[in-house]
């Protein structure tokens, strides 16, 4: 009895370690900010370990401007592809799901919104700057028969969801459920998992009834890792990642040796070119903005009287502008951050020229060099040599003219370690 006992207390953990999981709950997660690499991978992920769960129910809670065509599309096949029902929730009140939005809402299998809230204007725009016409009318045509496939595949209004990419239509929660766009209007989560009770849906796994009644909710959120990569992923934020990093490596090679700014440095153009990974960058805006970090310091080194800095100035200024070539405000840097920045380094770099040629012209007061016109005192008389009491020493001098002992002197000039000095007037 002993010996069966301490078996199964042996192997315990490990029949627990491959016992499957079986949460068989429902999972909310939140889904707020733009459509890009970050939230394509915590949607994707949130799907993943829901279905190793068996969880009954996903719910993304949705509020999106809209985003990138390849999260966007990875997040859709995703969704498509799930054996759990996924139930997108464009939530709370004052929340939208535009452009990339109306995408993943339309492939979700249940699609709901909350009072307050918009859903359209899905017109594809070009990230990578301004497209010819027959660019455009392609990328419109794909993604007007995108939408209705989508739309299609859940017995949802086609017509519409095309006119939403062509026309860039929108509608209230209450005029989509009236046009058959989403499934339910619902005030909060509560009642959105009281609506879908019960309800039949198609997954590749074949049919499934929705159970949420007495059925536990647990809300999850972004890792800390994702939370940080989708801040940084936002185009001000690595703007100035990418700045900081101009001024850490700045400082590190001006000043060898301090170390912390070269670290810093490096770590915030990491993280910015990261960033770029994420964003729709215009590399000639980058390039500009290199030139014009690097005309600043040539200015400290050269003497162009300004010009360098000028040039410098507009550099960086057209370069910040071009920097994220998008039409689309949330994937472009503002100009509330262009400008302070702008501005900033200009007064830096202005500031540290101005005190690199105030040293350059300021009289030398230590070495052989600092004796020049400091008064002393003659110790012998001199007519030829003699020396004299300079700077709380004493020196070998000659003068042209001639200096009784005890007279004030000047220092003309110094010759190998000899003063030429003058009476003192």
Not at 25 to 32: D, F, H, L, R
Not at 142 to 170: F, H, Q, T
Not at 305 to 328: A, K, N, R, W
Request: avoid cysteine; proline fraction near 4%; hydrophobic fraction near 50%.
């Amino acid at each position: 009895m002993i010996k069966k006992s301490f078996l199964i207390f042996l192997f315990l953990p490990a029949v627990i370690f491959f016992i499957e999981p079986s949460y068989a709950g429902i999972t909310v997660i939140n889904a707020e900010g733009v459509i890009n690499p970050v939230m394509s991978e915590f949607i994707s992920g949130s799907i993943d370990d829901a279905e190793e769960e068996k969880a009954e129910l996903l719910v993304i809670r949705l509020d999106t401007p809209g985003g990138l065509d390849t999260s966007m599309r990875s997040i859709v096949k995703k969704i498509i592809s799930s054996d759990i029902p996924v139930a997108v929730y464009v939530a709370p009140s004052g929340a939208r799901a535009a452009s990339a939005g109306v995408f993943i809402t339309l492939a979700a299998h249940i699609a709901a919104m909350a009072p307050g809230t918009n859903i359209g204007a899905a017109h594809p725009v070009g990230v990578g700057g301004k497209m010819d016409e027959t660019l455009a009318e392609k990328a419109v045509n794909d993604a007007a028969a995108y939408i209705r496939s989508l739309a299609e595949k859940r017995n949802r209004n086609a017509a519409w969801a095309e006119k939403a990419v062509r026309e860039s239509v929108s509608v209230t929660a209450e005029e989509a459920l009236k046009l058959k766009v989403i499934d339910i209007v619902s005030p909060d989560i509560t009642a959105l998992l009281a609506g879908v009770n019960g309800r039949e849906i198609e997954t590749p796994s074949g049919k499934y009834t929705v159970k949420t009644e007495g059925v536990a909710v647990r809300y999850k959120d972004m890792s800390f890792r994702d939370k940080v990569l989708n801040i940084i992923s936002n185009p001000n934020v690595a703007y100035l990642l990418m700045l900081i990093g101009f001024y850490g490596i700045f400082f590190e090679l001006t000043n060898p040796g301090v170390i912390f700014p070269g670290v810093i440095g490096a770590i915030s153009l990491i993280l910015a070119f990261y960033s770029f990974q994420t964003l729709p960058v215009n590399y000639a805006g980058l390039m500009l903005m290199i030139l014009g970090i690097i005309l600043f310091i040539l200015e400290i080194k050269v003497a162009s009287y300004g010009l360098l800095t000028v040039g410098g100035l507009v550099s960086l200024l057209i370069g910040s502008i071009m920097l994220f070539d998008s039409p689309l405000p949330f994937l472009k840097v503002s100009l509330n951050v262009i400008l302070p920045a702008v501005i900033l380094t200009t007064l830096f770099f202005s500031l540290t020229i101005f005190l690199v040629v105030r040293a350059y012209r300021r009289k030398p007061v230590t070495g052989v060099e600092g004796l020049t016109g400091l008064e002393g005192e003659a110790r012998t008389d001199i007519h030829g040599d003699g020396r004299v009491f300079v700077h709380g020493e004493l020196w070998s001098a000659w003068s042209d003219e001639p200096v009784k002992a005890g007279e004030r002197v000047v220092v003309e000039k110094v010759d190998n370690l000899k003063l030429k000095v003058r009476k003192s007037m």
